[in-house]
């Protein structure tokens, strides 16, 4: 689809579903995927998505990348048909060595749903472990910690 469009420097967000061994492209956009995917890539890759584009565009060396953990994961919550009017974080949480943030998003409470998009989420964790496995599983476990009322 890249090469379709005459995309070759600079980020591309792709979203692809994979049905039957079929691949079928959903959407692409020119420009950085969102939901801290950026923050994943630069942590589990060193790629700083932002300067090796600007660096690639002027023509410049790409700054050294320097990854930071081996791999990392995202738990969002949001509610699909739920009343939520508080997220109690266990202070506890700030003890835990692979937690690499907590964002609770309390300015949209008392929420109501229907979550209906990405801005309608209430927050998430985001992890780094030794594999993708472990960092998913440690990351769903830490939402688990969390008391929604």
């Not at 300067?51 to 790409?62: N, Q």
């Amino acid at each position: 689809m890249l090469d379709v469009i005459g995309h070759g420097v600079g980020p591309a967000h792709t979203e692809v579903k994979v049905c039957q061994g079929q691949v079928y492209i959903i959407e692409t956009q020119l420009r950085i995927g969102g939901d801290q995917i950026w923050e994943m890539a630069l942590g589990t890759t060193g790629v700083d998505l932002v300067s090796e584009t600007i660096c690639a565009i002027a023509g410049l060396d790409r700054p050294p990348r320097k990854p930071k953990y081996t791999a990392m994961a995202i738990q969002f919550f949001s509610f699909a048909h739920s009343e939520v009017s508080a997220i109690v974080a266990p202070a506890e949480l700030d003890d835990e060595p692979n937690l690499v943030r907590l964002q609770l998003n309390r300015q949209k409470l008392p929420w109501t749903g229907p979550a209906r998009k990405s801005l309608d989420r209430l927050g998430y964790v985001l992890v780094n472990a030794q594999t993708a496995d472990l960092a998913q599983q440690q990351a769903k476990q830490l939402v688990g910690k969390l008391e929604f009322k």
